[in-house]
């Protein structure tokens, strides 16, 4: 596609409900991360994906959060038994090169009540 | 463990001035720098990118220098415009490892007319 692409933009789950975020790169684009960014904060990593493997998840909080690129396109992020902490915004981008420009998606605005 | 700073957290100008924004980096040993700009409730769009040999880069009214030994870039924008009100993110990749973009928390700029 044109762009990344995130789905759904807004989410409100009540405390203790499971959530999935889903992330459609840019076609061919091999590297894809996930960052979350609280509010007036700057994105906090994650996890990336280089096409299926899972190359980095030292930035997933806890073991509630999960993410998975089972084809290497498609990413899904998943939060289990969502707290109110979990409040943010997660933002996916993807890569074509090591190193090369970052094109983000607009995000999912995730508000845990 | 890497760490960038941006300050100040927020600037207020008149329209039609010259503008710096610095970034700092506590590891010199990046493989590239990146600049974005955040509008409210949006994605991050790249403004630029540096590679670590390089020391600068322009697009049209913007221009970021690197000084990787120091641990220092500046944004630098020219004749600013209202349009201009955004946050402005400055990000690196670190040698050695995963890919990930390691984020100052950002400058809110506001241009007033």
């Known amino acids: 596609g044109a762009g990344v692409s995130q789905s759904p933009r807004y989410k409100v789950a009540k405390r203790g409900q499971d959530v999935a975020l889903r992330c459609d790169p840019i076609?061919?684009?091999?590297?894809l991360f996930w960052y979350q960014q609280a509010l007036g904060q700057g994105p906090e990593f994650l996890t990336y994906f280089q096409n299926e493997a899972q190359l980095d998840k030292s930035g997933l909080p806890s073991d509630r959060f999960f993410a998975e690129r089972p084809e290497g396109s498609v990413s899904t992020l998943k939060i289990q038994r969502t707290q109110q902490e979990d409040s943010a915004v997660y933002l996916c981008?993807?890569?074509?090169?090591?190193?090369?420009?970052?094109?983000f998606g607009s995000g999912t605005r995730l508000t845990v009540v | 463990k890497q760490e960038v700073t941006q300050i100040p957290a927020a600037l207020s100008v008149p329209e039609g001035e010259n503008l710096v924004l610095n970034c700092s980096f506590t590891?010199?040993?990046?493989?590239?720098l990146q600049w974005f700009r955040q509008d409210p409730g949006k994605g991050l769009t790249s403004l630029l990118l540096?590679?670590?040999?390089?020391r600068e880069q322009t697009s049209g009214r913007l221009n970021a220098s690197l000084d990787k030994s120091s641990g220092r870039s500046t944004l630098y924008i020219a004749a600013s415009q209202p349009g201009d009100s955004a946050t402005y993110l400055c990000?690196?990749?670190?040698?050695?490892?995963?890919?990930?973009?390691?984020f100052g928390k950002g400058m809110k700029l506001t241009v007033n007319p």
């Open positions: 076609s061919g684009h091999v590297s």
């Open positions: 540096i590679q670590s040999s390089q």
């Open positions: 590891d010199s040993a990046i493989y590239n």
């Open positions: 990000a690196v990749i670190t040698q050695g490892g995963s890919e990930k973009l390691v």
């Open positions: 981008a993807s890569s074509s090169v090591r190193g090369g420009g970052y094109t």
